[in-house]
C-alpha cells in the first residue's frame, strides 16, 4: 500500500527529502487518512518523526523540530518529509505509516545514513 523512497548517504549538515506514496488508495481515503514517518536507529525502538493528520495539522518529535517537515500531496496521493541539518543521530531506517479507519498500514523503510 505505501512505498517509500528517498534514502540514502548524506554529509552531517545536508538534506533528503523522503517520499511516501500510496499509489492504491482512493483520493477520498487518502484525504481521511493521517500519515506518519517513524523511524528505527539501530539497537533503537522505533520512534516517531513526524505526522500529518488529516485535518492539515502537524506534529515533530523533539529532536527534529525546527529541521523536519512533513507535507502531503493529496492529489499525488504522496507525503513527504523533507530533512535539512541533518545530524548523525538522525541515521536509522524510516518508516512510512497510513492510519484510517479500520486500517494501520506500514510502507517498507528507506535507510537514511547520515556520515560526520
Known amino acids: 500500500q505505501l512505498q517509500a523512497s528517498g534514502g540514502g548517504l548524506v554529509q552531517a549538515g545536508g538534506s533528503l527529502r523522503l517520499s511516501c506514496k500510496a499509489s492504491?488508495?482512493?483520493?477520498?481515503?487518502?484525504?481521511?487518512?493521517?500519515f506518519g514517518w517513524y523511524r528505527q536507529a539501530p539497537g533503537k525502538q522505533r520512534e516517531l518523526v513526524a505526522g500529518?493528520?488529516?485535518?492539515?495539522?502537524?506534529n515533530y518529535g523533539d529532536s527534529v523540530k525546527g529541521r523536519f517537515t512533513i507535507s502531503r500531496d493529496n492529489s499525488r496521493k504522496t507525503v513527504y518529509l523533507q530533512m535539512i541539518d541533518l545530524k548523525t543521530e538522525d541515521t536509522g531506517v524510516y518508516y512510512c505509516?497510513?492510519?484510517?479507519?479500520?486500517?494501520?498500514?506500514w510502507g517498507e523503510g528507506t535507510l537514511v545514513t547520515v556520515s560526520s
Open positions: 505509516n497510513a492510519r484510517g479507519r479500520g486500517f494501520d498500514y
Open positions: 492504491r488508495m482512493i483520493l477520498s481515503t487518502f484525504w481521511s487518512t493521517s
Open positions: 500529518s493528520s488529516s485535518d492539515g495539522s502537524s
